[in-house]
């Protein structure tokens, strides 16, 4: 691992991990595993006593992320109390889910894996979750759900089909199937502006039949609709900071129907990228001027809510089906700063030290260095020496 840190700069953190960690065998295992525990504890002290714990990520199949994150809540589960994970994945996928927990039957890891989605679904680092999630959800310890309005996921039958079919049920024939095929076309063909026209005649149709509804399935069929009509309306392709703008918009909308739903006194997670969940991301590609989820919720909730987002100083991340190497970080970046008089592979940084730290780059927001005031962004960071792309599981799901 260490071999391929490269500067003069990076040679004496380089050194003081080796002499720490280089001895191998059973002690090499139970050191990696107390630093792994204490800062496991330090993120658990923080976030026990808040409602809103925003897990974050520097993007998509982070492995050393995904095995903390999975641990972390776990431990905010038993020990914390926290009782709803939220996704950014299907908001449709997972109604189907949610209705299964409502009337007792029995959901299974495949049906939870489906609707989280290909982003995580295929990394061998997210598979223990799975298990844990489909036990508590099946004890009703756990409510699952996702916030993105997107459509087109691999194997989400219900989200690319299901749910409009069961929207235009009681439509005409004629009228729904017009708009099955809008949505297909959306799936295989893309935005188009020409659709426009028949896009909100087919929406304004689905509407005026929930209307005339009540009860919970169709307050469900609502938000369903809510969703398709920004998914059908939203061009990803262009205009992207105005497309991100509407994306975290709708899934804060999803947040709060969801959190509505719940108990009054639930503690909710997120999963999400750490672009998501930082209260602003102005310094990340496309998120200038735009308020994104995390701005949202710090906004109405305030430090009833905690965003924890991970980086690290060096190493691989996924990038499509290929792993990039992280540019080498700068002598002043704040990975740099955590880690260089320490012999531990990790690090945990809380507001006060990234506010001590001052403005500095980092990569908590992707595959490059930016600087920003962490601590204005973030209320702690998880600093790994050297981070790696996710493997991919032997036989998909």
């Not at 459509?151 to 009228?175: M, R, S």
């Not at 929930?210 to 919970?216: C, M």
């Not at 609709?225 to 920004?230: F, G, Q, R, T």
């Not at 780059?361 to 595959?367: K, V």
Request: charged share 25%; aromatic share 8%.
């Amino acid at each position: 691992m260490l071999t391929r840190l490269s500067g003069s700069i990076l040679l004496p953190l380089a050194l003081a991990f080796v002499t720490s960690a280089a001895v191998g065998g059973p002690q090499e295992n139970a050191v990696g595993s107390t630093v792994n525990d204490r800062v496991l504890k330090r993120a658990v002290r923080d976030m026990c006593n808040k409602d809103i714990a925003m897990l974050g990520e520097a993007s998509h199949g982070d492995a050393q992320t995904e095995a903390f994150k999975i641990q972390l809540i776990e431990r905010l589960v038993a020990q914390c109390g926290y009782n709803a994970l939220l996704f950014e994945a299907s908001f449709a996928e997972f109604i189907p889910l949610g209705r299964a927990q409502r009337n007792g039957v029995p959901v299974t890891e495949e049906r939870i894996a489906s609707a989280i989605g290909g982003l995580w679904k295929f990394d061998r680092e997210f598979q223990p979750l799975l298990p844990f999630l489909a036990e508590m959800v099946n004890r009703k310890k756990l409510f699952v759900g996702g916030i993105d309005h997107q459509i087109g996921g691999l194997g989400q039958d219900y989200a690319n089909a299901g749910a409009v079919a069961e929207l235009t049920a009681d439509l005409p024939q004629e009228v729904a199937d017009g708009c099955g095929r809008l949505v297909r076309d959306h799936l295989y063909k893309g935005f188009s502006a020409d659709r426009t026209s028949e896009t909100r005649r087919c929406i304004a149709s689905i509407k005026a039949v929930l209307d005339a509804g009540e009860g919970i399935e169709n307050a469900e069929k609502r938000m369903l609709l809510a969703n398709l009509d920004v998914a059908l309306t939203s061009d990803f392709s262009a205009h992207r900071s105005a497309h991100i703008a509407t994306r975290d918009r709708q899934m804060y909308a999803n947040f709060q129907w969801l959190k509505q739903r719940l108990k009054p006194d639930s503690k909710i997670m997120i999963w999400s990228a750490t672009v998501h969940i930082a209260d602003g991301a102005d310094e990340a590609t496309n998120f200038s001027g735009v308020a994104n989820l995390g701005h949202y919720i710090k906004r109405d909730y305030g430090k009833r809510a905690f965003a924890l987002g991970f980086s690290a100083l060096a190493g691989t991340r996924r990038s499509g089906r290929e792993s990039l190497r992280l540019p080498e970080a700068p002598g002043n970046s704040l990975e740099m700063c955590a880690l260089q008089n320490s012999s531990f592979d990790r690090q945990y940084l809380d507001k006060r030290q990234l506010r001590k730290i001052g403005e500095a780059p980092s990569a908590a927001f992707g595959n490059g260095f930016r600087q920003a005031a962490w601590w204005q962004r973030l209320d702690a960071l998880v600093v790994f020496l050297e981070e790696r792309a996710a493997q991919p599981v032997q036989s998909g799901r």
